[in-house]
């Protein structure tokens, strides 16, 4: 008898004997609708087991994209940067100088012009040392002093 | 390996994971918690997959170590109150009430259980292992494995009983 077998199944279950097809014949009848009044305990144990056969995870795993910063590309760019400075230097300071140290083609010309400037140059030295000059009077002081001990 | 060849392997696991977390750490997200950080370890250690023998078996023990440790942190103990998972109550058929109940009162009964032994069902009667895989899963020996089982099923059946004849007899 179908009942029979059963309830031999459950005590092998009971004692952990089963194997996993058993275990499915049990879990198929006590599915069903109507079980004999006297095993009507274990419904919900099995209920249960499929019940919970059917929970999911359901949350997104965070799969980390965090690069690490690779110190290589550094040293790309420095030597990217390097180049291309080397590489404008030239024609920049090339220009420069044209623009702004222009030559002259007379000579008198030139002289004039390098007077002229030397001339203020200069004017804006003595300027400067002019401010200087009462430090003259620490000269005289001193003399004053260094003769007496001498 | 890429993501994709990651998910394929651990895809028809996750759920097992989960719900191993689950048993044993009750709420529902602190288990997707212990899920996410489970699989998270199994990416970063991705270059070892392959030496596995079983990934699947790997990541269960892994998962029961975890939860453990879970268990035992200070953490853990102070989350009294989360752990209830109030149902919703709009269910509405007296009957559906009723087997809700009845799996309810299971659920409590495995919970009510010692740790290894509700592992042991978990990974027996729900995820339907093998004997010796368990035994793989928990390091235990194949026989050990057995009588927690027996213990379990025959804790649960009599606690099930009084249940279930709760003013009859």
Same mark, same amino acid.
């Given at each position: 008898?179908?009942?029979?077998?059963?309830?031999?199944?459950?005590?092998?279950?009971?004692?952990?004997?089963?194997?996993l097809?058993?275990?499915q014949?049990?879990?198929?009848?006590?599915?069903?609708?109507?079980?004999?009044?006297?095993?009507?305990?274990?419904?919900?144990?099995?209920?249960?087991?499929?019940?919970?056969?059917?929970?999911?995870?359901?949350?997104?795993?965070?799969?980390?994209?965090?690069?690490?910063?690779?110190?290589?590309?550094?040293?790309?760019?420095?030597?990217?940067?390097?180049?291309?400075?080397?590489?404008?230097?030239?024609?920049?300071?090339?220009?420069?100088?044209?623009?702004?140290?222009?030559?002259?083609?007379?000579?008198?010309?030139?002289?004039?012009?390098?007077?002229?400037?030397?001339?203020?140059?200069?004017s804006?030295?003595?300027?400067?040392?002019?401010?200087?000059?009462?430090?003259?009077?620490?000269?005289?002081?001193?003399?004053?002093?260094?003769?007496?001990?001498? | 390996?890429?993501?994709?060849?990651?998910?394929?392997?651990?895809?028809?696991?996750?759920?097992?994971?989960?719900?191993?977390?689950?048993?044993?750490?009750?709420?529902?997200?602190? /288990?997707?918690?212990?899920? +996410?950080?489970? #699989?998270?370890?199994?990416?970063?250690?991705? *270059? !070892? &997959?392959?030496?596995?023998?079983?990934?699947?078996?790997?990541?269960?023990?892994?998962?029961?170590?975890?939860?453990?440790?879970?268990?035992?942190?200070k953490?853990?103990?102070?989350?009294?109150?989360?752990?209830?998972n109030?149902?919703?109550?709009? /269910?509405?058929?007296?009957? +559906?009430?009723? #087997?809700?109940?009845?799996?309810h009162?299971? *659920? !409590? &009964?495995?919970?009510?259980?010692?740790?290894?032994?509700?592992?042991?069902?978990?990974?027996?009667?729900?995820?339907?292992?093998?004997?010796?895989?368990?035994?793989?899963?928990?390091?235990?020996?194949?026989?050990?494995?057995?009588?927690?089982?027996?213990?379990?099923?025959?804790?649960?059946?009599?606690?099930?009983t009084i249940?279930?004849?709760y003013?009859?007899?």
């Amino acid at each position: 008898m179908v009942l029979n077998n059963i309830e031999s199944l459950l005590e092998k279950y009971e004692n952990g004997e089963t194997t996993l097809t058993e275990e499915q014949q049990l879990k198929n009848y006590f599915s069903q609708e109507t079980v004999a009044p006297h095993l009507e305990v274990y419904k919900p144990l099995f209920a249960y087991f499929s019940v919970s056969q059917k929970e999911h995870f359901n949350k997104e795993l965070p799969f980390k994209t965090k690069k690490v910063f690779d110190y290589k590309w550094l040293a790309v760019a420095a030597v990217v940067v390097l180049t291309f400075g080397y590489y404008f230097k030239k024609p920049v300071v090339a220009k420069y100088n044209d623009y702004a140290y222009g030559t002259y083609d007379n000579p008198e010309d030139a002289l004039q012009e390098v007077t002229k400037s030397l001339a203020m140059i200069s004017s804006h030295f003595n300027k400067g040392a002019s401010t200087v000059n009462y430090l003259n009077e620490i000269e005289n002081t001193t003399s004053i002093i260094f003769k007496n001990n001498q | 390996m890429t993501q994709t060849e990651f998910l394929n392997i651990v895809m028809p696991f996750k759920d097992k994971v989960f719900r191993l977390a689950k048993r044993l750490l009750i709420s529902t997200e602190e /288990a997707e918690d212990a899920t +996410q950080e489970v #699989l998270m370890k199994l990416w970063s250690n991705k *270059a !070892k &997959i392959e030496d596995y023998k079983n990934v699947e078996a790997f990541s269960m023990t892994m998962t029961k170590n975890f939860c453990f440790d879970k268990l035992k942190s200070k953490q853990a103990q102070n989350l009294k109150i989360v752990h209830t998972n109030y149902e919703d109550g709009s /269910a509405s058929l007296q009957k +559906q009430v009723e #087997l809700q109940d009845s799996l309810h009162w299971v *659920a !409590k &009964i495995i919970e009510s259980l010692p740790e290894q032994q509700k592992m042991v069902v978990q990974l027996r009667d729900i995820e339907e292992y093998d004997l010796d895989e368990i035994a793989d899963m928990l390091d235990m020996n194949n026989t050990a494995v057995r009588v927690a089982l027996s213990r379990a099923r025959k804790t649960i059946r009599e606690k099930l009983t009084i249940t279930y004849n709760y003013g009859i007899k």
